[in-house]
């Protein structure tokens, strides 16, 4: 099977994070309505691993990803793909990283509607002009468990089947990195638990980088490590996280802050 490096190593040399952020700053506004989403976060996403960012509503979770992901830009700070640095890269350069080396996983699954699940699946390797690997396409489809439905369109898939197929899309270019903003937001907790087990097979069978934001503790528990933001800052992080403790965590930093 098709597998990666052991996290952060080759040969055992530490390799720099699939991605990271130095000083990272993203202010909003001016004046009165000027608000600091994000204030000089340092944060590394290291090769092969699950990270969960949580936080209260408001807390950044968003934009720290956007802005590492390529979305959005940043007030200050530095953000690194890899040993590629994001800042003075032109809309058509962000534009060519994203579709080479990010994938991505929204709430809203955000299948294209005519296509069929296969094809959504394959749509970013043909806006590339690239023919899937045929190992990583059977481990993805696989894990995927569509069976006899990756034939079927969007509209004759359950939520959480579409959700399924949004990561598959998001894995199949093999990105440096699957972002996932609130991936389970709009699915039972069966179909989530499905979705969160897809996106950690992805982590352990293919060495993807994962990183999730997610205000459901049970979701962070899925993860290998958990960052908790608060007023744009990073204010904590939990390694092996269950649900009980990221809830204790949780409810610690709401106590601090009241
Ligand atoms: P979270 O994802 O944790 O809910 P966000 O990253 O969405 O937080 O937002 C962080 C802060 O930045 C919030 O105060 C939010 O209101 C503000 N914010 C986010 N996006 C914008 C925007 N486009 N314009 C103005 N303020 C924004």
Same mark, same amino acid.
């Given at each position: 099977? &098709?597998?990666?490096?052991?996290?952060?190593?080759?040969?055992?040399?530490?390799?720099?994070?699939?991605?990271?952020?130095?000083?990272?700053?993203?202010?909003?506004?001016?004046?009165?309505?000027?608000?600091?989403?994000?204030?000089?976060?340092?944060?590394?996403?290291?090769?092969?691993?699950?990270?969960?960012?949580?936080?209260?509503?408001?807390?950044?979770?968003?934009?720290?990803?956007?802005?590492?992901?390529?979305?959005?830009?940043?007030?200050?700070?530095?953000?690194?793909?890899?040993?590629?640095?994001?800042?003075?890269?032109?809309?058509?350069?962000?534009?060519?990283?994203?579709?080479?080396?990010?994938?991505?996983?929204?709430?809203?699954?955000?299948?294209?509607?005519?296509?069929?699940? &296969?094809?959504?699946?394959?749509?970013?390797?043909?806006?590339?002009?690239?023919?899937?690997?045929?190992?990583?396409?059977?481990?993805?489809?696989?894990?995927?468990?569509?069976?006899?439905?990756?034939?079927?369109?969007?509209?004759?898939?359950?939520?959480?089947?579409?959700?399924?197929?949004?990561?598959?899309?998001?894995?199949?270019?093999?990105?440096?990195?699957?972002?996932?903003?609130?991936?389970?937001?709009?699915?039972?907790?069966?179909?989530?638990?499905?979705?969160?087990?897809?996106?950690?097979?992805?982590?352990?069978?293919?060495?993807?980088?994962?990183?999730?934001?997610?205000?459901?503790?049970?979701?962070?528990?899925?993860?290998?490590?958990?960052?908790?933001?608060?007023?744009?800052?990073?204010?904590?992080?939990?390694?092996?996280?269950?649900?009980?403790?990221?809830?204790?965590?949780?409810?610690?930093?709401?106590?601090?802050?009241?």
């Amino acid at each position: 099977m &098709w597998t990666r490096p052991v996290s952060g190593t080759v040969d055992g040399v530490q390799t720099n994070p699939a991605a990271r952020a130095r000083a990272l700053t993203k202010v909003y506004g001016t004046g009165d309505s000027r608000v600091v989403a994000l204030d000089h976060v340092d944060v590394d996403f290291h090769s092969g691993r699950f990270t969960a960012i949580m936080g209260p509503s408001g807390s950044g979770k968003s934009t720290l990803m956007h802005c590492v992901a390529g979305l959005d830009e940043p007030t200050g700070g530095a953000v690194f793909l890899g040993d590629v640095e994001l800042s003075g890269m032109s809309d058509n350069q962000l534009t060519a990283l994203r579709r080479d080396r990010v994938g991505f996983v929204f709430q809203a699954f955000n299948l294209l509607p005519t296509l069929t699940a &296969w094809e959504n699946i394959t749509l970013p390797l043909d806006l590339a002009g690239r023919a899937p690997d045929r190992e990583l396409a059977t481990t993805i489809i696989e894990a995927v468990g569509l069976g006899d439905r990756l034939h079927h369109r969007p509209s004759q898939l359950s939520g959480g089947q579409q959700q399924r197929v949004a990561c598959a899309r998001a894995l199949i270019t093999r990105p440096d990195v699957v972002f996932a903003d609130e991936p389970t937001g709009a699915l039972d907790s069966a179909a989530s638990a499905q979705l969160l087990r897809l996106l950690r097979t992805s982590v352990d069978d293919l060495g993807q980088t994962v990183v999730m934001v997610t205000h459901e503790p049970a979701a962070a528990a899925y993860a290998d490590r958990v960052l908790f933001l608060a007023d744009g800052r990073l204010v904590d992080e939990l390694a092996a996280p269950t649900a009980d403790r990221v809830l204790d965590r949780v409810k610690s930093l709401e106590r601090v802050r009241v």
